[in-house]
């Protein structure tokens, strides 16, 4: 079974950037989709961005289209979430989960299976 921890998030003033960090053990990452989800105080859990295990297409949520950027490491078993020009509605706790893509061609969204722990990301000055 795939464990999932999640690192790099922190305080930031609005307009900064930081990259978070999806480490794999207990299995490879080669074959799993992943994506990243955030959960602010008192709102639901939604899906910021996903990337594909085999053509490593990706999806991203309106809100941070052109900001944030998913790539992948196989080598290093590594998933990031690169988060430029951050605004304080980013401010929750991200997760990264092994996902279901949902494609119509391209991804169009996903659903996650295997969740990290998460990783606070404030955004203020």
């Known amino acids: 079974q795939v464990q999932l921890v999640e690192s790099g998030g922190g305080l930031v003033q609005p307009g900064g950037s930081l990259r978070l960090s999806c480490s794999a053990s207990?299995?490879?990452?080669?074959?799993?989709?992943i994506g990243w989800f955030r959960q602010a105080p008192g709102q639901e859990r939604e899906v910021v961005s996903c990337?594909?295990?085999?053509?490593?297409?990706?999806f991203y949520a309106d809100s941070v289209k052109g900001r944030f950027t998913i790539s992948r490491d196989n080598a290093k078993n590594t998933v990031y979430l690169q988060m430029n020009s951050l605004k304080p509605e980013a401010t929750a706790v991200y997760f990264c989960?092994?996902?279901?893509?949902?494609?119509?061609?391209?991804?169009?969204?996903?659903?996650?299976?295997?969740w990290g722990q998460g990783t606070q990301v404030t955004v203020s000055s």
């Open positions: 207990g299995s490879t990452l080669d074959y799993l989709s």
């Open positions: 989960a092994t996902v279901t893509l949902v494609r119509v061609g391209v991804p169009i969204g996903c659903s996650g299976d295997v």
């Open positions: 990337i594909s295990s085999t053509d490593r297409g990706t």
